[in-house]
């Protein structure tokens, strides 16, 4: 069975606030200072007719510098792995290749 998801948008009132400590101290990974929520929202979720909301928190690092190194740091990583996934593709789809031109008896 499949499930019909859907969501939606709704209001940012009073689910946190921006500059807010957390209170689990939520670090930084590379100065270690404490992180503070930049941006807080709430989605209403619909799944197979049953509604859910769903909490989000933006967390950031309170020095900027800081934070736009570690957004560089994660954007290389992002490229890094879709790199690796698309060149998995490739060698998934050349070995499928490989086998139905075996099958066929085809030779290279």
């Not at 101290?25 to 909301?53: F, H, M």
């Amino acid at each position: 069975m499949t499930a019909d998801l859907t969501t939606e948008a709704i209001s940012v009132k009073n689910v946190g606030k921006p500059g807010q400590k957390n209170m689990t101290q939520n670090l930084c990974s590379r100065c270690g200072k404490p992180r503070i929520v930049a941006k807080a929202w709430k989605e209403k979720v619909i799944c197979d007719g049953k509604v859910t909301y769903v909490e989000y928190t933006q967390m950031v690092c309170p020095d900027k510098e800081c934070q736009s190194a570690l957004e560089k740091q994660l954007q290389a990583q992002l490229v890094n792995r879709q790199r690796i996934e698309k060149n998995k593709l490739e060698r998934d789809l050349a070995h499928k290749q490989k086998m139905v031109d075996l099958r066929l008896g085809k030779k290279k």
